[in-house]
């Protein structure tokens, strides 16, 4: 077995760094705004509604991106196979 064997290179395969527990912190806190805040300050029943679900349809949207993003590993196929190689 080689040494040097290339292992997964995901978000997920590595501790969380500060600017990504910012995000989800950033995140959250806008998200917690968005509803106690903004939502209240409309003036008709129909713009809450309108609003609250396109809002929350970017939400799931942006949830589902960051999960893909997280656990897919960038990596050539190419360059993994060289590398996981015997030495020539």
């Known amino acids: 077995m080689n040494q040097n064997e290339y292992h997964s290179n995901t978000t997920c395969s590595k501790s969380p760094v500060l600017p990504q527990i910012a995000s989800y912190l950033v995140l959250t806190l806008e998200t917690v705004l968005f509803y106690s805040v903004v939502v209240p300050n409309f003036d008709s029943l129909s713009s809450k509604i309108t609003y609250s679900i396109l809002y929350s349809i970017t939400l799931v949207t942006l949830f589902i991106s960051g999960i ?9 196929p190419v360059m993994i196979r060289n590398r ?3 030495s020539q």
């Open 68 to 76: 893909l993003s997280s656990i897919c590993d960038p990596s050539d």
């Open 84 to 86: 996981n190689s015997p």
